[in-house]
């Protein structure tokens, strides 16, 4: 079955680059949400969005900003890098928002140097 | 302000004896609570849910309690098998919010 895809899977940035990470959600879900992980941390709810709005909004930074497109895939574009933005970065998705539980993708781990 | 605690970092069964892991927290509008399973280099995996008009339920090895006047919620996992090793998640939403809260995991690790 498909699942949640994340690319990349690996991504290397200096301090002060930018960055876009991108997720493609589980067809016929049309909800997604973003989670950083942190080193040693747990997963920090980011941002959400169904339907192509902005639903919910965590701890997302300014320097951060998403959306979601009309095939429903996603992308969190990060700005002005810092060391502290290095960590594991899942996505999620759901057919509806908060129907049961979300299916998570692999993240893309960011590592800020 | 960490309001879904999992205050236990890791705990080690034997195979075929039973896990319970534990969870606490805080926020009292929280409704509906999960629990997610993670190996590693892998995005969490949902395992079992519960609603907070229930105290249990039960999905083959796998049943969650919830004690909403403790504020605590556990999952149990019997008979363990080594394949459960994994580190374990126990995460939690209000009513009309996609903010889920999750706790910091308990390494689970059963021993052949």
């Known amino acids: 079955a498909a699942g949640v895809i994340q690319s990349p899977r690996h991504l290397i940035k200096e301090k002060r680059e930018t960055a876009t990470l991108k997720c493609y959600p589980i067809?016929?879900?049309?909800?997604v949400y973003w989670y950083q992980q942190g080193p040693g941390q747990d997963p920090q709810f980011l941002i959400s969005?169904?339907?192509?709005?902005?639903?919910d909004k965590g701890s997302i930074p300014d320097r951060f900003s998403a959306q979601q497109f009309s095939d429903y895939h996603s992308e969190l574009n990060m700005s002005s890098l810092e060391l502290g933005d290095s960590a594991l970065y899942f996505c999620?998705?759901?057919?509806?928002?908060?129907?049961?539980?979300?299916?998570f993708g692999s993240g893309t781990r960011l590592t800020v140097v | 302000d960490q309001q879904v605690k999992q205050n236990s970092p890791s705990l080690s069964v034997q195979e075929g004896r039973i896990s319970i892991l534990n969870c606490d927290y805080t926020?009292?509008?929280?409704?509906?609570f999960l629990w997610y399973k993670k190996y590693p280099a892998e995005g969490p995996t949902f395992l079992i849910s519960?609603?907070?008009?229930?105290d249990k339920n039960e999905d083959g090895r796998f049943t969650v309690f919830l004690n909403k006047s403790a504020k605590h919620l556990s999952l149990h996992i019997v008979p363990s098998q080594p394949g459960d090793s994994a580190v374990y998640f126990c995460a939690a939403r209000e009513a009309n919010n996609n903010d889920m809260r999750f706790g910091a995991g308990t390494r689970l690790t059963v021993k052949p």
């Open positions: 067809p016929r879900h049309d909800t």
């Open positions: 969005f169904y339907e192509k709005m902005q639903s």
């Open positions: 999620a998705s759901s057919l509806r928002p908060r129907v049961d539980g979300y299916t």
């Open positions: 926020n009292s509008m929280f409704d509906y």
């Open positions: 519960i609603s907070s008009i229930k």
